[in-house]
């Protein structure tokens, strides 16, 4: 966990811990590079830069050097934040599993064009799998991979914590520009399950009616890895198509500000964080029609849901958008299963005590 918004949940959960600690507990913290990190009196770092080497490190650290280190530490608790439960002993055990990798199936493309998630896909099912009974709970997102883990993992121990931004009504204007363009935003990485290429596919369908009134905007160059170039060549001659590359936080807020509608095509998330940031600016959407998507936009008028592998029904949904004439669908709130927590301060306190707030 280095960077982007995995550097940041290790983050607010060191800021939690601490907070929960106070002076009755010392929390050491096993980091990539403790630099880039917090300090806080009540919590220690220790820095293993070769993590990021190669996964015979990350594999090594989980089963063989952290089983030496729990020895010797004799800790009360191991909370491991990345998926994969080591080999450890300590009193109390859990592990937080935010990728969603083990529902996604990459299709032979992936091999090609980004064999790390490839085989990242082929193998987390089996490496979530590893010592994950041991744990006395197993932290996920959502309400659907709780119910996926049940079923694939036969276990029941698991506390849904979700990464909920704090709601806040923001006071702007959308701008209008002189034309009569209206902009679809799809702000994400470039990674086989973000589907950048079926928005492509429907914007060169509307290319072909005439209809070129909007403009699609991707947070994707082009050489970023194999399949970012595979998207730009093949779709760089699409006049409504623009690609701007990775975006500061402060950009993108601008994009939502200036843009008219979400498109978020992804074939799997954990949770889907643009949908519920776009939700802030009450900005209209085009979702992905799967659980992780209905899950995360939970009640909202302004949603419509399409198959992600159908580019000629996201381009009915755009033409309608764009002539204004779409039919918003109908949702509802989620109902969640007990444990479920809406905070890091919740989290903590409950693993630590076993008691939610009520």
């Known amino acids: 966990m280095f960077r982007g918004g995995s550097l940041k949940v ?7 811990v601490s907070a929960f600690a106070g002076n009755d507990y010392e929390v050491i913290a096993l980091v990539h590079n403790e630099n880039q990190f917090p300090a806080y009196s009540n919590v220690r770092y220790i820095s293993y830069p070769k993590s990021r080497k190669s996964w015979f490190f990350r594999l090594y650290y989980e089963y063989v050097g952290f089983k030496k ?145 909007f403009e699609v905007i991707m947070t994707l160059e082009g050489n970023e890895n194999k399949y970012a170039e595979s998207i730009y060549k093949t779709y760089r001659s699409l006049a409504t198509v623009k690609f701007v590359g990775f975006l500061s936080p402060e950009a993108v807020n601008k994009y939502y ?24 600016y009450n ?19 302004k949603v419509c849901f399409f198959n992600p592998d159908n580019a000629k029904q996201l381009a009915d949904l755009m033409k309608k958008f764009l002539d204004e004439i779409i039919i918003y669908d109908q949702t509802e709130e989620v109902r969640y299963e007990q444990p479920v927590v809406h905070n890091w301060d919740e ?9 939610l707030n009520c």
């Open 10 to 16: 290790m983050q607010d959960c060191i800021t939690a």
């Open 69 to 213: 280190l729990s020895k010797q530490l004799k800790p009360y608790a191991w909370f491991s934040m990345h998926d994969t439960t080591p080999n450890v002993v300590a009193e109390k055990r859990m592990v937080y599993c935010h990728n969603s990798f083990p529902f996604f199936k990459p299709g032979i493309k992936g091999f090609f064009l980004q064999r790390n998630i490839f085989f990242l896909c082929l193998l987390s099912n089996y490496l979530y799998r590893i010592n994950i009974k041991k744990n006395d709970y197993v932290i996920v997102q959502q309400e659907w991979m709780r119910q996926a883990f049940k079923k694939i993992f036969s276990i029941n121990n698991i506390v849904v914590a979700l990464p909920v931004r704090e709601m806040k009504e923001i006071a702007f204007t959308r701008n209008q520009t002189v034309s009569e363009k209206k902009t679809f935003f799809y702000p994400a990485t470039a990674i086989l399950q973000k589907n950048f290429e079926i928005i492509c596919q429907a914007a060169g369908l509307l290319e072909k009616e005439g209809i070129d009134n």
């Open 257 to 280: 500000k200036n843009s008219d509608c979400l498109i978020f095509p992804s074939k799997i998330e954990s949770w889907g964080l643009p949908i519920s940031e776009a939700k802030e």
């Open 283 to 301: 900005m209209p959407m085009l979702l992905s029609d799967l659980p992780y998507a209905k899950e995360a936009v939970g009640k909202y008028d």
């Open 347 to 355: 989290l903590i306190r409950f693993l630590f005590t076993d008691k």
